[in-house]
C-alpha cells in the first residue's frame, strides 16, 4: 500500500497567545504592558491547572472531596484548592494585582508585598468551574474577570475594588479543561479563543474572532428544577420543547453542569443556558462576580446577551462578595424570547 504524506498547500503562520497579546498591546501606544503582563500570568497559571486536571486520576492529592466546605456551604473538591492556590500564587507573585477575590475564599485578599499594592488591577474568580464533574472526568473551567482598582496605588486593596459594575470590566475570560484546553477571552475589543498544543506547551490562536449565532436550537438548563421555576419560564421551556418555535421542530436540550462548558458550546453552536431563581436557590445559584459579570462581557462581546430575566448582567451593582442572581445567557435572540416570557 502506497503512504501519502500530506503536505498543505498554504500553511498559516501559528499565533501564539504571548504574541496575540504584545500585537493588541502596540495598538495602544501609551500601554505600559500591565495588563499584557497578568493575561500571561493567567495563562501560566492555567496550564498548571491543565496540567494537574489531565493527571487525576492517577494522582492521590487531586480527585475527590476536600473534606471543607467553602462559604457557600459547598463541598471543595481538592482540585478546587489546588486551582485557586495556583492562580492566587500567579496574582501574588506577578505584581499587576493589588488583590482577587476566588469564589472559594470567604472573603477578598489584599496582597500585602510592596510591588502588589502598586499593582493597578483586581481579579475576582471562579478557579475551578463544574467540580462536581471532575471526579466523573467531565469539562470544567476557570473563569476571570480583570477591574482597574478604585482605590489608591500604593496602599492595599479594598471591598470597593471588588464590587464594581460589571461594565467596568477590564478584561474577562475562561478557560475550559475539555477535550483540548482552551482559554477564551476578551478586552473589550471581540472574543478569541486559543487552543493549548500540549506538545510545545503554548496556546494558540485557533478561534478569532469569535462570533455567537444570534439565535440557535440548543437550550441548557437543570430540568430537574423546573416544578420550582416561575410559570413564564416554564412556558418558554415549553415553547422550546414545542413546534412552534423558529425552526418548527423541538430545540434539543444539552445541560454539561458545567457553566464554562455549556456556555463555550452555546458561544460556537448557538443556544440559551439558564439558572433560573429557584426554590432551593431564591436568588439563583451562580455568582455574579465570578460567574456571570465575566461571561455576560464575553457573550456581549460575541454578540449574545446575558441578563437576570429582568436586568442586564452588567449593570447591576454588587452589594455582596459572593452575591448570586438568577443567570440568561446566549444567543441574543433566544434570551431576548425567554425574556419576554417572563412577567
Ligand atoms: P462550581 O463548581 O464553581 O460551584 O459551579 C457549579 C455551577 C455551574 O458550573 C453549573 O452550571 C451549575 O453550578 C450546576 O448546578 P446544578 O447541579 O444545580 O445544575
Ligand atoms: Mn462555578
Ligand atoms: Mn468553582
Redesign the pocket.
Known amino acids: 500500500m502506497r503512504a501519502f504524506l500530506f503536505i498543505p498547500s498554504r500553511m498559516s503562520k501559528l499565533i501564539t497567545l504571548n504574541e496575540f497579546i504584545l500585537k493588541n498591546q502596540s495598538d495602544f501606544p501609551f500601554a505600559t504592558g500591565e495588563l499584557s503582563r497578568l493575561l500571561n500570568d493567567i495563562a501560566v497559571a492555567s496550564k498548571i491547572v491543565s496540567r494537574d486536571v489531565r493527571k487525576a486520576g492517577l494522582v492521590d492529592h487531586i480527585l475527590g472531596a476536600q473534606g471543607e466546605k467553602n462559604v457557600q456551604g459547598?463541598d471543595q473538591q481538592k482540585l478546587?484548592v489546588v486551582a485557586d492556590l495556583a492562580f492566587i500564587k500567579a496574582f501574588e507573585l506577578g505584581g499587576e494585582v493589588c488583590g482577587i477575590a476566588s469564589?472559594e475564599n470567604d472573603d477578598f485578599l489584599a496582597f500585602s508585598n510592596e510591588i502588589s499594592k502598586n499593582g493597578n488591577y483586581v481579579v475576582l474568580f471562579?478557579p475551578?468551574?463544574?467540580?462536581?464533574n471532575i471526579d466523573v472526568n467531565v469539562s470544567i473551567g476557570t473563569i476571570f474577570s480583570i477591574y482597574r482598582r478604585l482605590s489608591p496605588k500604593g496602599t492595599p486593596a479594598t471591598e470597593e475594588d471588588m464590587l464594581q459594575c460589571g461594565t467596568a470590566q477590564v478584561a474577562s475570560g475562561y478557560v475550559l479543561y475539555g477535550s483540548s484546553t482552551m482559554l477564551v477571552y476578551t478586552t473589550g475589543n471581540g472574543v478569541n479563543g486559543f487552543t493549548l498544543d500540549p506538545s510545545i506547551g503554548e496556546y494558540c490562536l485557533s478561534h478569532p474572532n469569535m462570533k455567537m449565532p444570534e439565535n440557535g436550537r440548543l437550550y441548557a438548563m437543570?430540568e430537574?428544577?423546573i416544578n420550582e421555576c416561575e410559570g413564564g419560564l416554564k412556558e418558554y421551556i415549553s415553547y422550546c420543547q414545542s413546534r412552534e418555535n423558529q425552526t418548527g421542530m423541538p430545540y434539543s436540550g444539552r445541560?454539561?453542569?458545567?457553566?464554562?462548558a455549556?456556555f463555550h458550546r452555546n458561544l460556537i453552536k448557538g443556544g440559551i443556558y439558564i439558572?433560573p431563581d429557584v426554590l432551593s436557590a431564591p436568588e439563583g445559584?451562580?455568582r455574579l462576580l465570578y460567574?456571570c459579570n465575566p461571561l455576560a462581557f464575553i457573550a456581549e462581546q460575541a454578540g449574545g446577551l446575558a441578563s437576570t430575566g429582568r436586568k442586564r448582567i452588567l449593570e447591576i451593582k454588587p452589594e455582596r462578595l459572593h452575591q448570586r442572581v438568577p443567570y440568561y445567557v446566549g444567543s441574543k435572540t433566544m434570551v431576548e424570547k425567554a425574556v419576554s416570557f417572563l412577567k
Open positions: 459547598e478546587d469564589e471562579d475551578l468551574d463544574g467540580s462536581s437543570n430537574g428544577n445541560y454539561i453542569g458545567s457553566l464554562v455549556d439558572y445559584k451562580l460567574e
